[in-house]
Structures are given as structure tokens and as C-alpha cells.
T-cell receptor, first 111, second 112 residues
Framework: AAGVIQSPRHLIKEKRETATLKCYPIPRHDTVYWYQQGPGQDPQFLISFYEKMQSDKGSIPDRFSAQQFSDYHSELNMSSLELGDSALYFC??????????FGAGTRLSVL | DAKTTQPPSMDCAEGRAANLPCNHSTISGNEYVYWYRQIHSQGPQYIIHGLKNNETNEMASLIITEDRKSSTLILPHATLRDTAVYYCIVRVAAGGSEKLVFGKGTKLTVNP
């Protein structure tokens, strides 16, 4: 069965650069969630979209923005990157806000 | 969302049943108990969820006490590949607060 696809899998950036992470949900899923997992930490919710509208927001820095497009894929844009942004970023998708299925994640390293 | 309490770590012998407990004493009537696991740096994997009745699927069984204040995830025949951090999460199934709030979870180590 098709799963959540995230790209890229690995990303290396310098401080103050920008990064864009992409998420392609399971076909027919209408809700996308973004989570951040720092080293040794548990996943923390950032933001979610339902039917292309933002539906919930967590501790997402103002430097980050996200959107969900007409084909339901989502992008997380991160600007003015800081060393502390180095983390695993997971995307999950669900149908009508039910069971969330996660992608393999993007490992972002900020140097 | 209600908070949950889990033991930080557990060990289990390969082939034996692994029983992972979770306390959620402040759970509300419309909140479900979800279990996810994360195998080293991989994306969290959905295991099972339930409201008040016991549930079973191909991966595990979920036993919820009658007062719904605690539950137990059972892996009937643990294998080395079941070594992971297991998260017990309480949330409304749909609507309301949609996010998953991950606590510290239980680090399960399956030993040969």
C-alpha cells in the first residue's frame, strides 16, 4: 500500500539559509501534520492542514511556514535556519483527522 | 488532551508476550487510547487504538480497564524487531485537538 512520501530524506544547510521540506500524503488522505523531533527528544507537533486550510498549530517558530496545495501535498518552509533547527521532521497524513500515518522523515542538519 | 504515564523502559524475552502498561486517569469520555511505536529514528508507526472495548489486530491487542483509566498493549510473541519506543496517546478520534501529543513513552528491548 502507498505510504506517506517525504523529500528529501536528508538535507544539509548552513545557518541563516532556507529549507523546504515536502510531504506527499497517502492517496485520498485530506489531512497533513508536521512534527519535529530533536536529538534525544520525542516528536513535537508543529502544524496541520485539513482540506488545504490550517487546522491546528503547535510550537512552530515564526521563521517556519507551511501550506497544503490543491493536490493535498504539503511543504514546510524554514527560513533563517539556526543550529537548533537540526532535527528529524516527520509528516503524517490521515483521512478526516483520524488515524495518522507517518512518513520516514527528513533529517535536517544545520551547520 | 489527557496526559499519560508509562514506565520508561521494559525488557522482554524473544518469543514471550510483551505487556506495556499505560495510565490515563484523566481521560475524557470521548477520548480514544492510541498506541504508536518508533523504531530507532524511523517514522512513528500506528499500532492500534480503542475507546472502551478490547481491541485486537494483526500487530497487537489492547486491553482497556472498565473505568478506562489505564490500558495495556500486548505484543503476543515479541521479536527482536519489536524493540522500539512505544507511545500511549490519548486523543479525540476526529475533530477537536487533532495533534498527537507524544510523551516519553516506554523503551521496549526484546532480548534474544
Amino acid at each position: 500500500a502507498a505510504g506517506v512520501i517525504q523529500s528529501p530524506r536528508h538535507l544539509i544547510k548552513e545557518k541563516r539559509e532556507t529549507a523546504t521540506l515536502k510531504c506527499y500524503p497517502i492517496p485520498r488522505h485530506d489531512t497533513v501534520y508536521w512534527y519535529q523531533q530533536g536529538p534525544g527528544q520525542d516528536p513535537q507537533f508543529l502544524i496541520s492542514f485539513y482540506e488545504k486550510m490550517q487546522s491546528d498549530k503547535g510550537s512552530i517558530p515564526d521563521r517556519f511556514s507551511a501550506q497544503q496545495f490543491s493536490d493535498y501535498h504539503s511543504e514546510l518552509n524554514m527560513s533563517s535556519l539556526e543550529l537548533g533547527d537540526s532535527a528529524l521532521y516527520f509528516c503524517a497524513s490521515s483521512l478526516a483527522k483520524n488515524i495518522q500515518y507517518f512518513g520516514a522523515g527528513t533529517r535536517l542538519s544545520v551547520l | 488532551d489527557a496526559k499519560t504515564t508509562q514506565p520508561p523502559s521494559m525488557d522482554c524475552a524473544e518469543g514471550r508476550a510483551a505487556n506495556l502498561p499505560c495510565n490515563h486517569s484523566t481521560i475524557s469520555g470521548n477520548e480514544y487510547v492510541y498506541w504508536y511505536r518508533q523504531i530507532h529514528s524511523q517514522g512513528p508507526q500506528y499500532i492500534i487504538h480503542g475507546l472502551k472495548n478490547n481491541e485486537t489486530n494483526e500487530m497487537a491487542s489492547l486491553i482497556i480497564t472498565e473505568d478506562r483509566k489505564s490500558s495495556t498493549l500486548i505484543l503476543p510473541h515479541a521479536t527482536l524487531r519489536d524493540t522500539a519506543v512505544y507511545y500511549c496517546i490519548v486523543r479525540v478520534a476526529a475533530g477537536g485537538s487533532e495533534k498527537l501529543v507524544f510523551g516519553k513513552g516506554t523503551k521496549l528491548t526484546v532480548n534474544p
